[in-house]
Structures are given as structure tokens and as C-alpha cells.
């Protein structure tokens, strides 16, 4: 409950003295919440993101849950990572879209580049299980459209896509 109110209370403050845009993305185990065993302990992952929301009514707030739920019969996120697909991602930019009013790139989900078919992820090589590869495919017009990524004040010119991570 502490760390919930600190965390609402430094969500108020970036929101009032930045203006800046939430958006929070929901971990699988909150998204696939009805495929985990009967009596699994999980956060209420919701529950917080509504108690939050209200918290800060003059922000913008881009409802990622919601997407993805809406989505949630797709593969969103990886087997072995707990980051979400490259799909999962574009609905969440579309949310952030429709949210912002922004003008923004077109992407095409039904023409993603294959990178690789030998994906493991942070679960791979942390549990005993033996986890199928996954395959990451990123959207082919990256490459064409350079972004600008801003990380705690300093600018830096980038893709999204870390290739010297693959491995």
C-alpha cells in the first residue's frame, strides 16, 4: 500500500510539473489473468491503474489495459521475455494516438520484418523450463523513419530496436 501511494504520488508530480503523458502497460500475468492457475497470487494490476488514474484527472492518460485486453487472444507477449510483442506495442501506439490527437506514422502489422526465429528471452536462461524460442519481428519501416528518444533528459537519436541485443 506505501509503495502504491509513493508511486501515485510521483505519477501527480511528473504529470503536473512536466505535462506529461501516462502511459502504463500491464504485465501479461494482469492481461492473461484468466490462464493462470485458479489460485495464483497477482497484483491487481486494474485496480491500481484506476486508483492512479483518478489521482491525476488533469493528465492525459493513455488506457493501454484496454487495448490490450481488447486484444488479449493474440500473442502480446513474448514466451521467455516479459516484454510485449511488436504487435502488443503498435496498440499501444495506437492508443497513445488516439489519445494525443497526434499525427503519426503509419506502421503495417501485416508486413513486420522477421529478425529471428531464435529469440530467448530473460525467462529462457533464468528458470530450469525449457522454453521454446521465440521469433521477434520488428516493423520494416523503422528502418526508413528515425525517431528521437528522450531518456531522463538527455536526447539521443535511435531506433527502438537494439539489434546488438538479439543475441
Known sequence: EEMQLRSI????????????????VPTS?????ENLPKYADVFDQK????R???????????????ALHEKSKEKLYYDTDPHWTT???YYGYLAWRAETNQVA??????????????????????DALHLKDDSLSVFREIS??????TLDGNTEKQSFFRPEYIN
Do not use: C
Open 105 to 126: 506514422y503509419y506502421y503495417d502489422p501485416d508486413n513486420l520484418l522477421l529478425v529471428t526465429k531464435k529469440f530467448r528471452g530473460i525467462y529462457a536462461f533464468e
Open 29 to 33: 500475468d494482469e492481461i492473461w489473468k
Open 47 to 50: 485496480a491500481y491503474l484506476d
Open 9 to 24: 504520488g510521483a505519477a501527480g508530480k511528473l504529470t503536473k510539473e512536466y505535462h506529461a503523458t501516462l502511459m502504463l
Open 87 to 89: 504487435i502488443a506495442s
Open 144 to 149: 526508413q523513419k528515425p525517431i528521437t528518444i
Open 52 to 66: 492512479l488514474y483518478k489521482t491525476t484527472e488533469d493528465a492525459v492518460v493513455v488506457d493501454v489495459w484496454s
